[in-house]
């Protein structure tokens, strides 16, 4: 998509180089992009040493039917805050739908209903978000720090963290082993 002002539903990546390590090899399903900023989930890595279950624990949720998934490295904002990206076969009285491709949920009705065998047929959980004010984004895109790409729903669900990032350029018919990592000055 050329125009940054409405990048909700796509998939940002990071171009290789872009100097913030948070964000090397970043994948990000964007939530929410309008005038007041822009919000989205990091899916491209997981958070070392904790599972889908401990974080129930610790939420006193008994983890019943939930698989022991990896969570997700959301982002930096927020690190104690977890979300449920999924598909949109379930919603929540705080879920929000992102046009016709997943809901955004972080409250704990769909940590039970996960744990009950009732909540979405797609998930995955991930700690904090990437985020930023008004214009910010916008502003980053003119850098050519990020690329956008299709937000599909198959690099989000059906395919392994630390596979999104070159899948999500492949779909978009590039070669991610030929983007160049350091940026040349005139």
């Not at 279950?53 to 949720?61: A, T």
Request: net charge negative.
């Amino acid at each position: 998509m050329d125009d940054p002002t409405y990048l909700s539903g796509q998939l940002l990546l990071a171009l290789p180089g872009m100097g913030d390590p948070r964000f090397d090899r970043a994948v990000i399903a964007m939530c929410a992009h309008d005038e007041q900023g822009a919000l989205g989930i990091g899916i491209g890595a997981v958070v070392a040493n904790i599972g889908f279950h401990s974080l129930l624990d610790q939420l006193e949720i008994e983890p019943g039917e939930a698989p022991d998934a990896p969570v997700h490295f959301g982002g930096p904002v927020e690190p104690q805050r977890g979300f449920i990206l999924h598909s949109l076969d379930w919603g929540g009285q705080e879920s929000v739908q992102v046009g016709d491709k997943w809901a955004l949920t972080g409250t704990l009705d769909i940590l039970r209903a996960i744990a009950e065998g009732k909540g979405p047929a797609r998930w995955i959980s991930a700690l904090g978000y990437a985020g930023w004010a008004a214009g910010q984004l916008d502003e980053e895109m003119t850098r050519h720090g990020w690329f956008t790409a299709e937000g599909d729903t198959a690099i989000i669900f059906d395919t392994e963290a630390d596979k999104r990032w070159p899948a999500a350029y492949r779909k978009a018919g590039i070669d991610p082993a030929l983007l160049a990592h350091d940026a040349g000055h005139a």
